[in-house]
């Protein structure tokens, strides 16, 4: 990973100012899943999440949208929010302004969302300021980087409590990929919180 990537995935504000936690909230924390719907992997997301009476947001792909439109469907039935995150996951930094901003309003289910999330969190200051006029965009202040197959549940856990607090906005990912990790550490998470009195709601 390049230092340019780095640092946008560890300081995202830095690159666009976008929404990174919901001031004010008390006891409230947001759940975020990024990359899917998957038939899987969002499915068993969303009976986690019904188990424990809590909302969530999810920032679909385009692509998966189209894919999977019951399970997109489905999200949206159980009352969760449904955010832009593009059509077909570009890296901003790795492809030309253009090419990107025409893939993040591509014709999808997703494209006229309120919200948007970068792809892997990299968006330029100009993307930002241009995007702003169709989407409030989102970033977060808790990245779990269930993404990385050489994070354990445990470090995930311990980077839940120590960078959570009211109003946090957290990022999972509901992804084959993701899932080994994503899915114990959902469940640890929602029982933990909800037992000290927080509830999930979404953006």
């Not at 947001?57 to 593009?86: E, L, R």
Request: glycine share 4%.
């Amino acid at each position: 990973m390049s230092i340019l990537s780095n640092i946008a995935i560890r300081y995202p504000k830095l690159f666009c100012n976008g929404l990174t936690r919901v001031e004010d909230r008390v006891k409230t924390l947001y759940l975020t899943f990024d990359d899917g719907p998957n038939m899987k992997v969002t499915n068993t997301v969303l009976d986690i999440l019904r188990k424990y009476n809590a909302k969530a947001s999810f920032f679909c792909k385009g692509s998966n949208a189209v894919m999977y439109p019951k399970v997109f469907q489905q999200i949206f039935d159980d009352g969760h929010t449904i955010g832009n995150h593009s059509f077909s996951h570009l890296n901003a930094f790795k492809v030309s302004g253009k090419v990107w901003i025409k893939d993040v309003l591509a014709q999808s289910p997703v494209r006229d969302s309120y919200f948007f999330r970068p792809p892997y969190g990299r968006i330029y200051p100009w993307q930002c300021k241009r995007l702003k006029r169709f989407y409030q965009i989102v970033l977060w202040d808790v990245l779990t980087y269930d993404f990385r197959e050489d994070i354990t549940v445990k470090k995930i856990k311990k980077i839940i409590k120590k960078k959570v607090r009211e109003g946090s906005i957290i990022v999972f990912h509901d992804t084959i990929l993701a899932a080994p990790r994503m899915l114990p550490a959902l469940e640890w998470m929602l029982e933990h919180y909800t037992k000290k009195g927080y509830k999930f709601e979404r953006l």
